[in-house]
C-alpha cells in the first residue's frame, strides 16, 4: 500500500526541528499543530476517514495468522510492531523527512535508504534497510515466525468389525433416588446398557465417504456422508 497504517513520520504527527522552523518559528509550530490534531490532509492518519480505513483494515488484517504491512509515503526508513502487525516503511529513496522512534517503532532512519523484505518457504521472513550513502545495513529483524509444523499420525488398520458401546454412560444414567422419584426411570435403564454395535470404515465404505455436517435433531444424532461422486448418503 502506498500509505502506511501506521507511522512516526510527519503523516503521524512527528515533525523535525527544521519543519517547525518553517516558514518561520512559531508560525511553523503552530502549521504542524493544526495538522497533526486536526486531519485536515486526507494523507494523515489522524484524518477521519483514513483513521477509519486503517482500522479497518487493521482489524481485517488480525483477522489472518500472517500480515505485513508494507509502504512508502513518509519519505524515511521505519520498522514498526503495532496491535501485533509489523509495519515496513520504505520510503525514502528520493527525498527524506525526519521520524521519531516511539511507541511500537523498533527502528527510524530519516536519511535515504530501502527496505528488503525476504520470505522464505517455510513462512518465515526478514527485513533489512539499507543505506544509500554507506551502501551498508544498518537494521536488520525478523519479521514473521516461520510456519507451525503439523504432526499427523496414522492410526494402523486393527480390522475391528463391531465395538461394545452404549448411548449413554454409567454415570449418566446414574440418578438419585429422589430425581428417579420425581422423573421416573425414563428408560434409563436400556440407554445405559452396552450393545455389540457393527463398526465400519469410512475410507473405504461404499468407496470411500467423506463427513459433510452434524444432522439429527433434539432426540437423535447422526452424521452426513457423500460417496466420491457427491452422492449425499
Known sequence: MHHPMFTNG???GKYSFASH???LPILGSLKNLIRQTSGLSN???QNKKYNALKKRI???AQENDKTIFVSGHDHNLQYII???IPQIVSGSGSKTTATKLSGGAKFTYGAQGFAKLDVYKDGSSTVSFHTVKDDKIVYQSQVL???EKKN???FPLQGITEKKASIYTQEEITKSKLYRYLWGERYRKYFGTKVNAPTVDLDTLFGGLKPVRKGGGH???SLRLKDKKGANM
Open 10 to 12: 510527519s503523516h503521524g
Open 21 to 23: 522552523m518553517n516558514p
Open 43 to 45: 494523507t494523515d492518519i
Open 58 to 60: 487493521v482489524t481485517l
Open 82 to 84: 503495532q496491535d501485533n
Open 145 to 147: 515466525s516461520e510456519d
Open 152 to 154: 499427523f499420525t496414522t
Open 219 to 221: 432426540q437423535s444424532k
